[in-house]
């Protein structure tokens, strides 16, 4: 605001909610608007005659990042599941037992999804699930991650960028939330394939925190009694749809 008020210009500024966000972490009053941040993005650079294509997000890969479908396990090349197993913070994605209990139940094929970070916890699930399960996570770019997203069947995935990817890629998607909720804006935004939320919203304190970094719970709750049975009847319905 110094800057601004040095330069005597015409200035927009993006209002990011913090006293909405605060109000609802802390006393779960509600003041946040029932708008996406993309929205509210378009709202803030509307003056310059700048409107909403209502086309939804786009995602770019470069030609030279593309995968091929033979690098892909032979058991994944009729279909499979794309479930990105990172999120920026523990608290915004399921456990490693979670997951792994996800894969057993989900009959079908799997790729993992996530960074260098979640190399070995994807190793650990594809080990305790067996070979229906293909762990691509920290072996394969961003773009490479973007591939597999936009070859896959279905996303599942937490709260995190691939999830965003994913909408803009219009894949179907189970997003999974824990310590952080739709109601702040940042779910899959203007996808017209199915789209579940998935959250264990009989826990009254959360959201837990603006960013996924804290848990009100000792034992941090909106993680483990994330609804597992709802992420698998919604695969199975959408697998059988396309």
Request: aromatic share 8%; glycine share 8%.
């Amino acid at each position: 605001m110094r800057v601004k008020r040095a330069l005597k210009v015409l200035d927009f500024s993006f209002n990011k909610l913090n006293w909405q966000k605060w109000l609802l972490v802390n006393f779960g009053i509600n003041r946040m608007p029932a708008v996406h941040i993309v929205d509210r993005y378009m709202d803030c650079i509307r003056p310059f005659g700048i409107e909403n294509d209502n086309k939804g997000l786009d995602f770019f890969m470069p030609r030279e990042d593309d995968m091929n479908v033979p690098d892909i396990p032979a058991t994944h090349q009729q279909g499979y599941i794309a479930m990105v197993i990172g999120a920026a913070h523990w608290r915004k994605k399921p456990r490693q037992e979670q997951f792994i209990t996800l894969c057993k139940k989900l009959d079908v094929p799997i790729i993992l999804l996530g960074g260098p970070g979640e190399k070995s916890e994807g190793e650990a699930i594809a080990t305790a699930v067996g070979s229906k399960v293909w762990n691509a996570a920290g072996s394969t770019s961003l773009n490479g991650s973007a591939w597999l997203v936009r070859e896959s069947r279905l996303v599942i995935t937490p709260d995190t960028g691939m999830m965003h990817i994913a909408a803009a890629l219009k894949k179907p998607i189970i997003s999974l939330w824990a310590a952080t909720i739709p109601g702040f804006g940042m779910y899959p935004y203007q996808n017209e394939a199915l789209n579940e939320m998935v959250e264990a919203a009989h826990l009254n304190k959360r959201p837990c925190s603006k960013l996924g970094t804290k848990c009100k719970y000792s034992t941090c709750r909106c993680l483990d009694e994330l609804p597992l049975d709802q992420v698998i009847e919604a695969a199975g319905t959408i697998w059988h749809l396309k």
